[in-house]
């Protein structure tokens, strides 16, 4: 099974400064389609999980332009350009290559 | 849009069947997946079925005792829960997944407690 592995798991931030999360698998996430099936969502205290990065770096229509998402293979990492009170939540990558698992989360706080 | 139902308190070993309704796009074109989420835990993918409810997966702590199915005439996506187990209790989402996990709707949750 593939075990993705996120860092920090807590992530102190200044509002309008950058935060940057990791993500790792245990294997590669290239699919035999060559495409790479590493997902990001955000989960809001009491809310549902949001989608906000798909396939490591296409960006949902509702998500600010400040998230990116970046890497390959086993590496990859969701980028806020500058954090807004709003961001506040916990973070999770999500491999779809191999069956679905989601990383621990990110508690990302001020 | 989807909407969840069903959850509720059960004893160990009961059965549960949730429910997810959807609305405003073409069900039988997707992927419908249950993911879960303990009481202050992460995300837990648990079962997925593709549009025509041939293909159906589930995580390991699972399979054997979940089933996961679909009524396209109804739009609704459905999961039977038996053998309930304490660490079965969690929140219950429904998500709409176009590619590989990509979830992109999700329902706010059924919470299913199970305990004596």
């Known amino acids: 099974d593939v075990v993705m592995t996120q860092s920090p798991l807590s992530l102190p931030v200044t509002l309008g400064q950058p935060a940057s999360i990791s993500c790792r698998s245990s294997q590669s996430l290239v699919n035999n389609d060559g495409n790479t099936y590493l997902h990001w969502f955000q989960q809001r205290q009491g809310q549902s999980p949001r989608r906000l990065i798909y396939?490591?770096?296409k960006r949902d229509s509702g998500a600010p332009d400040r998230f990116s998402g970046s890497g390959s293979g086993t590496d990859f990492t969701l980028q806020i350009s500058r954090v807004e009170a709003e961001d506040i939540g916990i973070y999770y990558c999500m491999q779809g290559t191999h069956g679905k698992t989601f990383g621990q989360g990110t508690k990302l706080e001020i | 849009q989807l909407v969840e139902s069903g959850g509720g308190l059960v004893q160990p070993g009961g059965s549960l069947r949730l429910s997810c309704a959807a609305s405003?796009?073409?069900?039988?074109?997707?992927?419908m997946s249950w993911v879960r989420q303990a009481p202050e835990k992460g995300l837990e993918w648990v079962a997925i079925i593709d549009g025509d409810g041939n293909q159906k997966f589930y995580v390991d702590s699972v399979r054997g005792r979940f089933t996961i199915s679909r009524d396209n005439a109804k739009n609704s996506v459905h999961l039977q829960m038996n053998s309930l187990r304490a660490e079965d209790t969690a929140v219950y989402y429904c998500a709409r997944d176009p590619s590989y996990g990509a979830f992109d709707v999700w329902g706010p949750g059924t919470m299913v407690i199970v305990s004596s």
């Open positions: 405003g796009f073409t069900f039988s074109s997707y992927w």
């Open positions: 396939e490591v770096s």
